[in-house]
């Protein structure tokens, strides 16, 4: 294997750009792999936990033989009319304050539990916030290689443990793994930080001598790492690699991950972001720029989108990973299909680092831009998972231009999952994309948290209250923003 790397990234607080790329010869890649390589097998050594589980119906047991090398014309042949391929969903994994696994992570969501607490992970009784959607309880056995677990920083664990429950929830077990063409399975999973904490400790180490720093600190604190590993782990050798656009950074991967089905190039995508800033710089940086609620007193009230005495966002950190596939690909291995993926759209405020533009027009354009791409009409949408942060200038500026878009329809309904898990980041969309297809499955919308005051320019007849409320979900909007303007809209509907 030869490797190129870049300089490592800055430790800014909200920006980490990375740039490493892999090349892996046919002859590596054709050796014979058992995922989750139980016992020592396996390229990371983690355990075989799909070969207990398979869903609905048959594998398909038709393996798809690819050269990797092809002549042009089997390249030209290979091509389809793209109009045709449909994505849907058949796999989620979280790694959240609320759970672990979709079911128990959406629950809680259900009963309005919030996962914001003080944090324990090191002592900040000296910083003005003092509270976070913390992790207080993960382990990576049976999922990641315990040498390499130790070496790896948090986001590469959650997003990890995370992509590899997403495939156990689609079905995919070890036979139908082996059988998958892996020259189409790609992975695509981003992070808005990256690996903060192995930097900061390399720099740590530097200070008594670059002999004391982790041999892994520039690859390890890269954002596309942990998707490279987790192509390595499964042997996927389409689409690799990952995206950084903040705190938009998840729903840019999962519309990036469905556009290379799209065109034909993959099969499988894993997608989504993953985030672990709650560490003394991460925790540090945010509040120098005075972005996070100082609400240390009572955490569980500190996160609450459009009410007046919101002060702030409150951090979190975990993983979000979609299994995207292509329909016919699904069909013919019998798996699940939770929803369907029906397009989205990108665009930028060009306007402040940081604040949103007055006027909404960026998030507005992305709406519109959206629907466009996934050829519904505003009347379609009648769930919204908005970005919602629980600050002062964004969370009225989202609202506002959501009205923009769909005007007064008493049809629509909208919440802001972040109310319970604070603010995921880079996996705040990933996050955020699973309780929408929960929303699709099971019929219930969550309630929003602590909207004790709501502003008085939001009109609270569209929010969802402290309750669940049963919902045929149409189509539900899932919206995310990022610092630098970024702004990104996904869909997902039933799937008929």
């Given at each position: 294997m030869s490797t190129a790397a870049a300089v490592a990234p800055p430790l800014c607080t909200w920006i980490v750009a990375a740039c490493l790329s892999a090349t892996c010869s046919a002859d590596e890649k054709e050796k014979k792999r058992s995922y989750g390589?139980?016992?020592?097998?396996?390229?990371?050594?983690?355990?075989?936990?799909?070969?207990?589980?398979?869903?609905?119906?048959?594998?398909?047991?038709?393996?798809?033989?690819?050269?990797?090398h092809p002549e042009r014309g089997a390249v030209e042949s290979k091509k389809s009319d793209t109009k045709q391929r449909r994505v849907v969903v058949t796999g989620m994994g979280v790694v959240t304050p609320l759970g672990h696994e979709p079911d128990e992570f959406y629950n809680n969501l259900l009963q309005?539990?919030?996962?914001?607490?003080?944090?324990?992970?090191?002592?900040?009784?000296?910083?003005?916030?003092?509270?976070?959607?913390?992790?207080k309880s993960f382990s990576t056995d049976g999922w990641v290689a315990p040498k390499l677990a130790k070496r790896?920083?948090?986001?590469?664990?959650?997003?990890?443990?995370?992509?590899?429950?997403?495939?156990?929830?689609?079905?995919?077990?070890?036979?139908?793994?082996?059988?998958?063409d892996k020259s189409r399975c790609g992975v695509l999973i981003g992070s808005a930080m990256g690996g903060m904490k192995v930097f900061s400790d390399a720099i740590e180490a530097l200070r008594v001598s670059y002999r004391k720093m982790n041999p892994f600190c520039v690859p390890f604190a890269t954002t596309n790492m942990g998707s490279a590993i987790l192509a390595m782990d499964l042997g996927w050798m389409g689409p690799n690699y990952s995206i950084s656009t903040a705190c938009a950074t998840s729903n840019f991967c999962i519309l990036n991950a469905a556009n290379h089905i799209i065109r034909g190039e993959s099969e499988l995508m894993l997608c989504g972001g993953s985030d672990a800033p709650i560490i003394p710089i991460g925790l540090g940086g945010f509040v120098a720029c005075r972005a996070l609620s100082q609400r240390n007193s009572d955490p569980t009230k500190a996160s609450r989108p459009w009410d007046m005495d919101r002060d702030g966002f409150v951090m979190g950190e975990g993983a979000g990973v979609l299994l995207l596939e292509e329909l016919e690909h699904a069909k013919q291995r019998g798996a699940e299909i939770y929803a369907e993926f029906l397009?989205?759209?990108?665009?930028?405020?060009?306007?402040?680092?940081?604040?949103?533009?007055?006027?909404?027009?960026?998030?507005?354009l992305c709406v519109e831009n959206a629907l466009a791409d996934a050829g519904v009409t505003k009347e379609d949408i009648n769930y919204v998972n908005a970005h919602a942060t629980s600050t002062q200038m964004g969370d009225l500026k989202e609202f506002e231009a959501l009205v923009r878009c769909f005007g007064q329809n008493p049809q629509l309904r909208v919440n802001s999952t972040k109310s319970m898990t604070g603010?995921?980041?880079?996996?705040?969309?990933?996050?955020?994309?699973?309780?929408?297809?929960?929303?699709?499955r099971t019929g219930w919308i969550h309630p929003n948290i602590n909207l004790d005051n709501p502003e008085k320019n939001v009109d609270v007849s569209l929010l969802v209250g402290s309750q669940k409320e049963r919902c045929d979900v149409k189509v539900v909007l899932s919206n995310s923003f990022?610092?630098?303007g970024h702004n990104s809209s996904i869909l997902f509907a039933p799937f008929k």
């Open positions: 390589g139980g016992g020592g097998g396996g390229l990371f050594g983690t355990r075989r936990h799909l070969a207990a589980r398979r869903r609905g119906g048959a594998r398909s047991g038709m393996p798809i033989a690819v050269s990797l309005g539990v919030s996962g914001i607490s003080e944090i324990e992970a090191f002592d900040c009784s000296s910083y003005p916030t003092r509270i976070a959607g913390e992790i790896m920083d948090k986001f590469m664990q959650y997003l990890i443990v995370a992509g590899k429950k997403a495939l156990e929830n689609g079905g995919i077990t070890e036979d139908i793994m082996n059988d998958l397009g989205g759209s990108f665009t930028c405020d060009a306007y402040h680092m940081t604040e949103p533009h007055p006027e909404g027009k960026g998030v507005i603010h995921l980041l880079g996996a705040a969309g990933g996050i955020e994309a699973v309780a929408a297809i929960q929303a699709i990022g610092f630098g």
